[in-house]
């Protein structure tokens, strides 16, 4: 199942792997997205780590690591299709992939619910 | 049609000087250029056509009203080019000074000299360097030398804080200069929260950056606190000279507890923008950070100037020479036309036309912060967004068309929907209430029909320019 | 109270709609203890005084002699247009092109700027220009910095002085190293280049032609560069440009330059504008405002300031720099001037410059007690060896209204006994002919 962090990053593990992307809101917040740069494939990233960024028309926000693990694979296709995060931020619009190094992290993220109740306080 | 579209092979718009000698050229084929480059070919009418039917598509002051926040618009005296179009002064070699020549050019360097005393005079400083070539550069250059006082004091030093309404060139410089930022947001007046201040305030900190009045157009009364909070840290005061319009002849950042300063000759002073620049940004200080002043300085001895010697405290040299020379010798052009008294009115008619402004249209809009501001005003379109899904974009668009050009939009980033206004003492009555009609005409046609204003503007070049393609689509170059 | 329109109705008017009693009063906000303490400026003066007080401070500078100086900053032509153009005050009274459609004019002379930039140096991207060419190199050095995340910066002999303190002046603040490479002669040691070039290198900084006029071949060293991963980043002169072989064509990574010398008065040193160009593929560290070509909502062709999210007002303390302005009316005004000239125009000045610079260095290298120093060949400018100091035949020379160039001795107290020449297409047979002449006599 999916989860989140405060900055708006989502994890979806399966067995070892997190894919890890940036949710809707965070998304409708930055608007057309221009530019995603990702962590490159190998780097050991710790939790809260920074991990890349997403550059839009009108602002750039820096993404930070959900978990701790090593950058197994990153999502080609937005080199050249960089709109693919804003229309599916959570399915094809996933940003890399994690080799988790702690799988015990998962507990301290938000589920979906948690995470709309945070947004709502915002 | 770009100059490339209108090229015709065979045309050329300049007659060079003759070839008056007879030698060879010296280079083997490695060494020389393999094509010619693919620069258009044009007469000098096609030229003068083209670059003067570009130049009517531009808003100018010349033509239009810019109440742009945070820019001060004001008006180019024309008196500033014809001082500039003297040979004695546009036609002399920087490179006199390596030779050191200096009596070669007393009247150039005369300039530098009485131009950093009348600088001295208005901030209250107790030393200038005319050589930081823009605004943000004197940011970068006063905080070199903050920087270089706590090395040279042994102080372990590693943040800058500036305010959360602070302009992005100051944390940008921060960075630059190696320094991690700490923001600290602003409370219900607009000013810097003291006591998250006091809070985060330590040894660690190097610097303070203000704004003052800050970017709101807010003066913060408890300016002189601060000041002394960071001096009982050893931590300096630096001035950003952006909003200097609003106080000139009525506070000046030495007095009040600053240490370094940087002006904007083009936003205080009046030299022209230039659609981007050249713009000049020459730095202040106090006489115990004189050591540390980058190359090159004036000095006056037995009756001439020359080149001061620097010290080897100095943080090295941050442009070539004096920066943008001809900027400050415009500069200066307007110093002396206005004098004391043109200069103590700067402040008083530009605080005048803001509040009236304000006061206008505090009806129609959000008022984040409903007090007598300074030279700017801060408006708000939340409301008309949450209600009539209008943006202060879309106000900027409406603007357009009346030949107004639109006021800071999204800045500084603490407000919602930001429209931020400086008219400037430049601007007249007439002007103003005009600028305050369209406005009010704005905010009622949000409230019958908000979504005309997707279609504007309708009268200009262009409308809505598709930016997202831009980026994504990168096409920077015809090439 | 010039500039200020506001008649005494106007004051009282606009002071009743704001419910204050006078103009004293909108300054309430500010404690009394925190006004100024002194404000000694002198009277204001009409422009006729202003005129003439300052064109008599101009009248003590006694600059009016040929110029055969150089070292980055060229006496060159400026032709009428280039002043008629960018003093229109559409131009010059006109903002930052933020609100792009009411600023078409500027954006499209800046992406014909980068055009025009692109094709002239033959590389991918360019912004809209910087402040300066020393200021721009040591931006492309922190950029290779950033890009390649390293830490040390190897800086040729060959690089203007005065853009070397700029160098070493950004990037020491920051903890980065600076090594400067040293030369016996006038040209680089490539040997000792290549020795020092390893992978710790971010980039390698060198200038063509050199301070000292020699124009060289870098290929040795660029593939070096490239074979650790390392950047090669040069400084070139625009006019030689016309003639020589271009940094797109070397496969250098990163070029700056200067833009004095295309259409800008010499000035005392600026205002004048900084070039940077790059890969294409490094586009996105490159600081400075980028023009980009698009759309609007009917389709038509529009532009705008682009990628703007590398820069301060949106990344703030994650900014590729902290530039803010460009040095726009000095860019248009190369625009303007590189339209003028166009294709066969520009390679005629270039040559121009080369040859007639050839007759003056034939001259010079008649003359028994004079000997020309660059081992390789130059394009405008060159060294001699005086058999006395350089600063002493400047100084005699200077008295017959002939700047004869630059004192070497002055970069390097151990050379002061040679002078650097520049000729321009300005200088005249007759001019050169007058140097070799009043040269002879001096010595």
Redesign the interface.
């Known amino acids: 199942m999916r989860k989140y962090t405060k900055d708006h990053e989502w994890a979806l593990v399966e067995d070892d792997i997190a894919m890890v992307g940036i949710s809707e809101h965070a998304v409708e917040e930055l608007g057309d997205i221009?530019?995603i740069?990702a962590p490159e494939i190998g780097a050991t990233l710790s939790k809260g780590d920074s991990a890349g960024f997403v550059?839009?028309?009108?602002?750039?926000s820096?993404i930070y690591a959900p978990l701790s693990g090593e950058v197994t694979e990153v999502n080609t296709r937005l080199e050249n299709e960089p709109e693919t995060v804003n229309t599916e931020p959570l399915g094809e619009g996933w940003i890399y992939k994690m080799k988790l190094s702690d799988i015990g992290e998962l507990d301290d993220l938000m589920s979906e619910e948690d995470y709309q109740k945070f947004l709502s306080t915002l | 049609m770009?100059?490339?579209d209108n090229?015709k092979k065979g045309?050329?718009?300049?007659k060079?000087?003759r070839?008056?000698?007879?030698?060879?050229?010296?280079?083997?084929n490695?060494?020389?250029?393999?094509n010619?480059?693919?620069?258009?070919?044009?007469s000098?009418l096609d030229?003068?056509r083209?670059?003067?039917r570009?130049?009517?598509?531009?808003?100018?002051?010349?033509?239009?009203f810019?109440p742009?926040g945070s820019?001060t618009?004001?008006?180019?005296?024309k008196?500033e080019?014809?001082?500039a179009s003297?040979e004695?002064?546009?036609?002399?070699?920087?490179?006199?000074?390596?030779?050191?020549?200096s009596?070669?050019?007393?009247?150039?360097l005369?300039?530098i000299s009485k131009s950093e005393e009348?600088f001295c005079?208005?901030t209250?400083m107790d030393a200038f360097t005319l050589t930081p070539?823009?605004?943000?550069?004197g940011?970068?250059t006063g905080i070199?030398l903050i920087?270089a006082y706590h090395q040279n004091k042994g102080n372990k030093k590693r943040y800058v804080i500036v305010p959360d309404s602070s302009?992005?060139?100051n944390?940008?410089?921060?960075?630059?200069?190696?320094y991690?930022?700490i923001t600290i947001k602003s409370d219900k007046s607009g000013d810097m929260n003291i006591n998250e201040f006091k809070e985060k305030m330590s040894d660690e900190v190097a610097a303070v950056m203000l704004t003052v009045p800050n970017t709101l157009g807010?003066?913060n009364?408890n300016?002189?606190e601060i000041c002394d909070i960071a001096h009982s840290y050893d931590a300096l005061m630096y001035y950003d000279g952006a909003n200097l319009n609003a106080?000139l002849?009525?506070?000046?950042p030495g007095?009040?507890g600053f240490d370094v300063t940087h002006l904007n000759l083009h936003k205080t002073f009046?030299t022209?923008?230039?659609?981007?620049?050249?713009?000049?940004g020459p730095v202040g200080v106090k006489e115990f950070l004189k050591p540390f002043l980058?190359?090159l300085q004036v000095e006056k001895k037995d009756g001439k100037y020359g080149f001061k010697k620097v010290s080897e405290q100095s943080?090295?040299?941050?442009?070539?020479?004096?920066?943008?020379?001809?900027?400050t010798?415009r500069a200066?052009?307007y110093?002396?036309?206005?004098?004391?008294?043109?200069?103590?009115?700067?402040?008083?008619?530009a605080?005048?036309?803001a509040?009236?402004i304000r006061?206008?249209l505090k009806e129609y809009y959000d008022m984040p912060y409903d007090m007598?501001c300074?030279h700017e005003c801060v408006l708000s379109a939340a409301s008309l967004l949450k209600e009539h899904k209008v943006r202060a974009l879309d106000i900027?668009?409406y603007l357009?068309d009346f030949g107004l050009?639109?006021p800071t939009i999204y800045?500084p980033l603490i407000v919602k929907e930001a429209i931020m206004i400086e008219p400037t003492?430049?601007?007249?009555?007439e002007d103003i209430d005009y600028f305050c009609k369209k406005m009010v005409d704005a905010v009622t046609l949000a409230k019958q029909n908000p979504k005309v204003f997707h279609?504007l503007?309708k009268t200009?070049?262009?409308?809505?320019?598709?930016?997202t393609?831009?980026?994504r689509?990168?096409?920077?170059?015809?090439? | 109270?010039?500039?200020?329109?506001?008649t005494k109705e106007?004051?009282s008017?606009?002071?009743e709609?704001?419910?204050?009693e006078d103009?004293d009063a909108?300054?309430?906000?500010?404690?009394k203890?925190?006004?100024?303490?002194?404000?000694?400026?002198?009277?204001?003066?009409?422009?006729f005084e202003?005129?003439e007080?300052?064109?008599d401070?101009?009248?003590?500078?006694?600059?009016d002699k040929t110029?055969f100086?150089?070292?980055?900053?060229y006496?060159h032509?400026v032709?009428s247009?280039v002043d008629?153009?960018s003093?229109?005050?559409?131009?010059?009274?006109?903002?930052?092109?933020y609100?792009?459609?009411?600023?078409?004019?500027?954006l499209?002379?800046l992406?014909?700027y980068?055009?025009?930039i692109?094709?002239?140096f033959?590389m991918?991207?360019?912004n809209?220009?910087m402040?300066?060419?020393?200021?721009a190199l040591a931006e492309a050095a922190l950029m290779a910095i950033r890009i390649r995340k390293r830490d040390k910066v190897i800086v040729d002999s060959g690089v203007n002085p005065?853009?070397k303190?700029?160098l070493?002046?950004?990037l020491?603040?920051?903890?980065f190293e600076v090594e400067e490479i040293n030369s016996e002669s006038f040209e680089t040691d490539k040997n000792e280049v290549l020795s020092k070039i390893d992978e710790q290198t971010a980039c390698f900084i060198f200038q063509n032609p050199n301070f000292f006029g020699s124009?060289?071949?870098f290929s040795d060293i660029i593939e070096k560069l490239h074979s650790v991963k390392a950047l090669a980043v040069g400084s070139f002169y625009p006019v030689s440009?016309?003639?020589?072989?271009?940094p797109g064509?070397m496969g250098v990574d990163i070029a700056t330059a200067?833009g004095q010398s295309l259409g800008n008065?010499?000035?005392?040193?600026?205002?004048s504008?900084g070039i940077m160009v790059t890969k294409k593929e490094f586009?996105?560290q490159i600081p400075g405002?980028?023009?980009?070509?698009?759309?609007?909502?009917?389709n038509?062709?529009?532009?705008?300031l682009?990628?703007?999210?590398?820069?301060?007002?949106?990344?703030?303390?994650?900014?590729t720099?902290?530039?803010?302005?460009?040095?726009?009316?000095?860019a248009?005004r190369a625009?303007?001037f590189?339209?003028?000239?166009?294709?066969?125009?520009?390679?005629?000045?270039s040559?121009?410059n080369?040859?007639?610079t050839?007759?003056l260095k034939?001259e010079l290298s008649k003359i028994d007690n004079i000997t020309i120093k660059n081992l390789t060949?130059?394009f405008n400018e060159f060294v001699i060896k005086l058999p006395k100091k350089a600063?002493k035949v400047?100084e005699q020379m200077?008295k017959s209204d002939i700047?004869a160039g630059?004192?070497v001795g002055?970069?390097d107290k151990n050379l002061d006994k040679f002078l650097l020449v520049a000729v321009t297409?300005?200088r005249?047979?007759k001019q050169?002919d007058r140097f070799v002449k009043v040269l002879k006599e001096v010595l």
């Open positions: 221009t530019f740069e550059e839009s028309v009108k602002a750039a820096d | 770009s100059v490339f090229s045309r050329k718009g300049v060079l000087p070839l008056d000698v007879d030698t060879k050229i010296e280079f083997s490695k060494l020389l250029r393999e010619k480059a693919e620069l258009p070919e044009l000098e030229v003068v083209h670059f003067t570009l130049s009517s598509k531009n808003f100018s002051i010349d033509k239009n810019y742009l820019c618009m004001k008006y180019n005296p008196i080019e014809k001082v003297l004695s002064f546009n036609t002399v070699h920087p490179h006199l000074i390596l030779n050191d020549l009596e070669d050019i007393q009247g150039s005369e300039i009348l005079e208005m209250g070539q823009a605004g943000a550069h940011e970068m070199m920087h302009h992005g060139t944390p940008a410089t921060a960075s630059m200069v190696g991690e930022v807010i003066f009364p300016i002189k106080i002849g009525v506070v000046r007095d009040i009046a022209p923008h230039g659609g981007g620049g050249p713009g000049s980058p190359n943080i090295g040299r941050i442009s070539p020479f004096f920066g943008n020379y001809m900027v010798l200066l052009v110093i002396l036309i206005l004098g004391k008294e043109g200069l103590m009115n700067v402040s008083k008619k605080v005048l036309n509040n009236y006061v206008k007598p300074m900027a668009k357009l050009h639109a800045f003492e430049t601007e007249n009555k279609d503007p200009l070049p262009v409308s809505r320019p598709d930016e393609k831009a980026a689509e990168l096409d920077i170059c015809q090439c | 109270m010039p500039y200020t329109p506001h106007d004051i008017s606009m002071l709609i704001i419910g204050l103009e909108l300054f309430d906000s500010i404690p203890e925190l006004r100024v303490k002194s404000f000694a400026l002198p009277e204001g003066l009409s422009e202003v005129f007080a300052l064109k401070t101009g009248k003590k500078n006694k600059t110029l100086i150089g070292g980055g900053y006496d032509v032709p247009a008629a153009l003093m229109r005050s559409e131009f010059y009274t006109a903002y930052t092109p609100q792009a459609e009411a600023s078409q004019g500027t499209q002379a992406y014909e980068q055009s025009l692109c094709r002239l033959e991918d991207v360019t809209a220009s402040y300066d060419g020393g200021t005065v853009y303190t700029i070493k002046t950004y020491k603040i920051r903890g124009v060289q071949d440009l016309g003639l020589l072989k271009t064509a200067d008065y010499l000035g005392f040193g600026g205002p504008f586009i996105r405002r980028i023009v980009g070509k698009t759309v609007d909502k009917e038509k062709e529009a532009f705008v682009t990628l703007q999210a590398r820069e301060q007002h949106i990344r703030r303390q994650k900014a720099s902290n530039i803010c302005s460009n040095q726009n009316l000095m248009l625009t303007i590189l339209s003028l000239l166009g294709k066969d125009g520009f390679k005629e000045l040559t121009l080369h040859l007639k050839n007759y034939d060949p130059t600063s400047i200077s700047y630059i004192d002055k970069t297409e300005k005249t047979k050169m």
